[in-house]
């Protein structure tokens, strides 16, 4: 086993988890300590002993969705691949294969169901409880926007489609990066419109998983003005409706 465990804010400091008693919280710091390379642990309920933990704390962060149990007794962290990043030097499979099978990974990194999978928890439609438990940060990633980007229009309405793109950019970016690219574009006078093509950045552009890369890496640094090729490629794209939905 690993010596060496990860864990994301977008889960330790979510609101879900936050709310959680103190004695389940930790449970969960040392469920995942324990758990292999794929985030499955054989004895939940010997580690839930060992620490003093109480039933109703495992029993949490189950109904909560932390944690997903199976008949066989085996347990897996949800949000294992969004805690961890998974090194293939270090990697070692679970061997909890049939477990493993019965899962599916989603998009933004976390564990769910397959619609047949004998899982304890599965007591709903996949669907709707995966939905119900979205623990995404989407207000605190409008909250920063407005606080940092104040050159820019508000966003008052966090729309479904708006959901998607974060949620998307938030598997390849931390809101630490999303922070620095806001800050960036906040004091970038090109991203605000001073360009020969009067256009101006906003917060359905600024949030997308490809232009948080051109910020980051400095595509608009270079006195806040783009290369005559650079900037005629842009031109194009932003007299375009940026289309979200087929990223």
Same mark, same amino acid.
Not at 75 to 104: C, G, M, S
Not at 136 to 149: G, T, V
């Given at each position: 086993?690993?010596? #060496? ?36 642990? *054989? ?15 495992? =029993? ?10 199976? /008949?066989?007794?085996?347990? !897996? ?6 805690? *961890? ?11 909890? !294969?049939?477990?493993? *099978?019965?899962?599916?990974? #989603? ?6 169901? =397959? ?10 439609? !996949?669907?709707?409880?995966? #939905? +119900? ?16 980007? #104040? ?58 998983? *490809? ?5 980051? /890496? ?13 900037? +005629? ?15």
């Amino acid at each position: 086993m690993a010596e #060496k465990r990860m864990f994301s804010i977008l889960i330790t400091e979510s609101d879900a988890f936050l709310s959680l008693p103190f004695s389940t919280q930790a449970l969960y710091f040392h469920l995942n300590m324990y758990a292999d390379g794929d985030g499955f642990i *054989n004895n939940p309920q010997k580690i839930k002993r060992m620490i003093g933990a109480s039933d109703e704390d495992l =029993k949490l962060l189950i109904t909560k969705r932390f944690i997903l149990t199976f /008949e066989s007794g085996v347990a !897996v962290i949800k949000h294992w691949r969004i805690n *961890n990043y998974i090194r293939k030097d270090t990697y070692k499979p679970t061997l909890y !294969v049939d477990e493993f *099978n019965q899962l599916i990974i #989603k998009e933004n990194g976390a564990y769910t169901e =397959k619609t047949n999978s004998p899982l304890q928890s599965n007591s709903e439609p !996949v669907e709707k409880e995966d #939905k +119900e438990n979205d623990d995404m940060p989407y207000s605190e990633i409008k909250d920063l926007y407005n606080s940092i980007c #104040k050159s820019y229009p508000k966003v008052k309405v966090l729309t479904e489609k708006r959901k998607k793109v974060i949620k998307k950019s938030l598997t390849i970016y931390s809101i630490d990066e999303l922070k620095k690219a806001f800050e960036i574009a906040e004091n970038n006078s090109f991203l605000k419109g001073d360009n020969k093509y009067k256009w101006s950045a906003d917060f359905d552009w600024l949030i997308n998983e *490809n232009n948080i890369t051109k910020i980051l /890496e400095g595509k608009f640094d270079k006195k806040n003005k783009l290369s005559d090729e650079m900037a +005629e490629f842009y031109n194009m794209a932003f007299n375009q409706e940026y289309n979200y939905e087929n990223e």
